[in-house]
Each structure stands twice: as structure tokens, then as C-alpha cells.
């Protein structure tokens, strides 16, 4: 299956109509994305492998491309996005395998 039908490029003229829809949302949620991803306790780069991390987890496709490029441009080598991609994998096989307590639990309770 080609991505272009599961997932449609994103282009100006689709920006623009979301926008239009909702724009004072929009306006907040750019000025909360820009405050979140500046300099801070934790240098940009940093703040972007977290997002490529978070990315993979949540799946979402142009999250991924966008903080990979993001990453990149604030100095994370290839390397480094790579086994951030890597903890994320940890992260989500370890709590599927986490919340195999609350089968568990569910088990003992069945006579």
C-alpha cells in the first residue's frame, strides 16, 4: 500500500483550511509547540530526540518526519535519533509487557 493514500502529503492549501477552521486553537497550539521546544533545562536537540522518540510510540507519521528533520538540524547525529527510535521501542514493548500484571490479575479472578 502506498503511504500517499493512507496518509495525504500535507500541503499549504490543506494547512489553510484547517486553519480556517479552528484558527484561534491553532494560534495557541503554535505558540505552546514554540514555547515547548526552545532552549531550556534541556537543550533543543535533546527536546527534539524526545519528540522523534515520542513519535514512534504514538505513530505518528508526520510527527516523525518532521522531528527526524527537527533533530537533525538542531545537531543529533543519525546515530543518535536512531537509539532514541530504539528507547521508544523499549518503552512500548515494556509496558505491553508491564500491563501483563493486569491480566494476570484478570486470570486469578476467573474460577
Same mark, same amino acid.
Given at each position: 500500500?502506498?503511504?500517499?493514500?493512507?496518509?495525504?502529503?500535507?500541503?499549504?492549501?490543506?494547512?489553510?483550511?484547517?486553519?480556517?477552521?479552528?484558527?484561534?486553537?491553532?494560534?495557541?497550539? #503554535?505558540?505552546?509547540?514554540?514555547?515547548?521546544?526552545?532552549?531550556?533545562?534541556?537543550?533543543?536537540?535533546?527536546?527534539?530526540?524526545?519528540?522523534?522518540?515520542?513519535?514512534?510510540?504514538?505513530?505518528?507519521?508526520?510527527?516523525? #518526519?518532521? @522531528?527526524?528533520?527537527?533533530?537533525? #538540524?538542531?545537531?543529533?547525529?543519525?546515530?543518535?535519533?536512531?537509539?532514541?527510535?530504539?528507547?521508544?521501542?523499549?518503552? #512500548?514493548?515494556?509496558?505491553?509487557?508491564? @500491563?501483563?500484571?493486569?491480566?494476570?490479575?484478570?486470570?486469578?479472578?476467573?474460577?
Amino acid at each position: 500500500m502506498e503511504t500517499e493514500n493512507l496518509y495525504p502529503a500535507t500541503t499549504k492549501e490543506l494547512a489553510d483550511k484547517k486553519a480556517a477552521l479552528a484558527s484561534k486553537n491553532l494560534e495557541a497550539w #503554535r505558540n505552546f509547540s514554540k514555547t515547548v521546544f526552545e532552549e531550556g533545562a534541556l537543550p533543543e536537540k535533546t527536546k527534539q530526540l524526545i519528540a522523534v522518540a515520542v513519535a514512534h510510540v504514538t505513530q505518528c507519521p508526520y510527527c516523525i #518526519r518532521s @522531528h527526524s528533520k527537527q533533530a537533525m #538540524r538542531k545537531g543529533a547525529s543519525k546515530e543518535e535519533i536512531m537509539e532514541a527510535i530504539w528507547v521508544a521501542a523499549e518503552m #512500548r514493548a515494556g509496558a505491553a509487557y508491564a @500491563h501483563a500484571t493486569i491480566a494476570m490479575d484478570e486470570m486469578e479472578k476467573v474460577v
